[in-house]
């Protein structure tokens, strides 16, 4: 029998790698296809990048193959914004695509899977008739905004962010322009003309996978599924196939101090407080946050890119500097809840894991994924600043915790939330909606050679 081989492309940054790896496992693994892992490289050090991608535990059938470096010491952030930067290393990196799938080991792919800021591989593959899906990382509810910006971008003069109301969008609750994602609250600037133009680009996708399962976001989907967002182009057929979120991760003797310390606690009684791969607080924020930790007596596994603050904190906290094996933290059984940034990776990972959230967003769309883990899906609580205060104050935060970890209204959203993990779960099992969305595609593929 003929082998199928899928190529999949994801834009630099973590937050894209590990989903997108993870469905490249799956596909592998549970498919039987073999995948070639197309890596966007720079002359920047990567170290959890590599401890990812390297290693040696990796199925058979998946190859990692590295795109020539991008010299990215020129393009500073200086005078370029992050979303920006990563843009211009993905059209640099992707001059090479076409060479680079003619040459794979496996011969040209039956199909290429790629990342939100990948879309000139589409010229690419139309030249090479090599069919190409999205893989679209964050929210569905975020799809459903990201398939409606080009018409907001038409109909609206001025700045989104001014608009008195918050804005009606197909699939979404009304945006309120506070929670408008990073990149579009200022339409001169160069984020948001690139942001435009990968978005504007997903209708040519021949379908879009969602990290996202049926039961979580339903109304959306349903819409998307229905709503013509185009005029002319139909939205492409979309296939929920996660909650893909890291499966296995290699652990260093400090993972296993504090996964040690985490096995010694009861049940569900620890706050796990992490800010993704990039989030950072002020000085004055990290104080506030280790007082309102202290007030709030519970126990709580910390991690934090300057820990000098936290003699305070010691009694029943642990204190992780820089990064931590995330999945596995929030999968142990005392995990209890988890103050999260909110990334769409960090919120499936606790949702999936039956862990309810507080939510501190802190860039891109985490203000509307904080908007939907509270208002919609109810498996989380945002913390309220306060008129004029630059930072939430400890006693808030004490307030926050305490809800989540002891109070009634805290089991609520516990057993909800836990539900919800479960319907995870059995989404992801042969035969689930998630299993089988992905393999209605595969399936195409097999059938295509
Ligand atoms: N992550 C981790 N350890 C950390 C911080 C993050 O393993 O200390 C992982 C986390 O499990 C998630 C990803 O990095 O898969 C972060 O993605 P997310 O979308 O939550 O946020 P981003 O970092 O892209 O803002």
Redesign the pocket.
Known sequence: MQLTHVAILPSP???HL?PLFELAKRLVVHHGIHVSFLVINTNEATTAQDQLLRSPTLPPGLEVVDLPLVDVSAITTDDITMLARLCVIAEESLKSLRSVLIGLALGKPNALVIDLFCTQAFQVCNDLSIPTYSFFTPSVTFLAFSLYLPTLDREVEGEFIDLPEPIAIPGCSPVRPGDLVDQVRNRKIDEYKWCLFHLSRLPLAAGIFLNSWEDLEPVSLKTIREHPFYLQIPTPPVYPIGPL??QDEELTISDKEYLAWLDKQPPDSVLFV?H????TLSSEQLTEMAWGLELSKQRFLW?IRTPRFLEKTQGVGMVVPS?????TVVRHPSTGGFLS?C????SL?SVSNGVPMIAWPLY?EQKMNASLLTEEIGVAVKPVKGPGKKVIGREEINRVVRLVMESEEGKVMRHKVKQLGHSASRALETGGSSFDSLACVVKKWKGNQ
């Open positions: 940054g973590l937050g590990i979120i890291k992490a993704g791969s990039g989030g991690v990064w931590a094996q995330q999945a940034h990334g769409w990776n960090s990972d891109a």
